[in-house]
């Protein structure tokens, strides 16, 4: 056996990746190793690249990669539910000294991860864990969103934001998420009515769609402002406010004024801190589901990376000209 292997090692913050032959690891108690074929690149990645994601708890010289799609080719002490050649995913290393998905193999606690949808490529299942988990977690884990509901998403384009609509979509939720007027289209086709927010206030908005009551639940995945004007938009005393970018300075007094409640998503928790990771791979398995009863599709940029052109796909989400998710193909 070959006990090195390629993987793409981040030695200084905001560098270009440097491809070295290092150690391949070994499935360690409760662990997979994973060959892997595709590695997600999440906005995350790109700040821990960059230095500014301290809270991402990440040593250089570190495997970037949170996000994996791969086949499993070795099976630890103390894991059950997997086969050596299940095709599996999830977002399971890149952070917290775990070492990533910009390799050959990786080595991942099994609790993270879950068979990827048979009818989802590689690619496609890579773009998905953190985005999915980060929508999930949201929704279903701190508001239980449910039919009848109107619920409100935030960056109804964007990464987290496409998959939020679909999950209260299947769940029998009524949907609207803000875009721009070039997002409509894409909008509407996963199944939620657009607003542009350019053109139309909170105000607005919300006497148009709620007749003044407001929204039963509103994700926010865009952090700043926009959070403020969802606390402005809750439904009075039933209303959940739910924000994965809730890191700023914000008064809660228009919240506090409707009795409406508030909620936030920190996706990395489990990862760093070892807590509730079998939670993840039971999301993960829910997304499968979707996926292959035909409610989930992931939005990947058609552009194609591999270990050569890795950091032109950090520098793309850096530029904002990424249209849907970016994906960095292994083997």
């Not at 491809?19 to 060959?35: D, F, I, M, Q, Y």
């Not at 506090?256 to 398995?285: E, N």
Request: glycine letters at 12%; hydrophobic letters at 45%; charged letters at 20%.
């Amino acid at each position: 056996m070959n006990h090195t292997m390629r993987a793409l090692i981040l030695e200084q913050h905001q560098s270009p990746f440097a491809l070295r032959t290092v150690s391949r690891p070994a499935a360690g108690k409760g662990e997979l190793l994973v060959r892997i074929h595709a590695s997600g690149v999440n906005p995350l990645d790109v700040k821990v690249r960059s230095g500014a994601a301290g809270h991402a708890k990440t040593t250089l010289p570190a495997i970037l990669g949170m996000d994996v799609a791969g086949v499993v080719e070795e099976i630890g002490d103390d894991v059950s539910g997997f086969r050596i050649g299940d095709m599996v995913y999830g977002m399971a290393g890149g952070i917290g000294g775990i070492p990533g998905s910009l390799a050959e193999f990786g080595a991942f606690d099994a609790n993270l991860l879950a068979r990827k949808p048979d009818n989802f490529s590689m690619r496609e299942a890579a773009a998905l864990p953190l985005i999915f988990i980060t929508a999930w977690e949201g929704l279903v884990d701190r508001a239980n969103v449910k039919a009848g509901q109107k619920v409100l998403i935030h960056g109804g384009a964007g990464g987290v934001g496409h998959i939020a609509i679909q999950i209260a979509v299947a769940r029998g939720a009524k949907v609207y998420a803000t875009g721009s007027a070039a997002q409509k289209e894409l909008i509407e086709s996963l199944g939620a009515t657009a607003i542009d927010y350019r053109n139309m206030s909170v105000e607005d908005y919300v006497q148009r769609y709620t007749d003044g009551e407001g929204f039963d639940v509103i994700y926010d995945t865009v952090g700043g402002a926009t959070l403020d004007a969802s606390f402005a938009a809750a439904r009075a005393y039933t209303g959940h406010v739910v924000s994965c970018l809730g890191w700023g300075t914000h008064s809660l007094a228009p919240l506090s004024f409707r009795a409406a409640s508030y909620s936030g998503v920190f996706t990395l928790l489990p990862i760093l801190s070892g807590k509730g990771r079998a939670h993840h791979g039971d999301i993960m398995r829910e997304a499968t589901a979707m996926a292959e009863k035909g409610k989930l599709r992931v939005i990947v940029d058609p552009t194609r990376f591999d270990f050569d052109n890795a950091t032109e796909a950090h520098i793309a989400i850096e530029n904002r000209t990424a249209k849907g998710k970016l994906v960095v193909e292994i083997v």
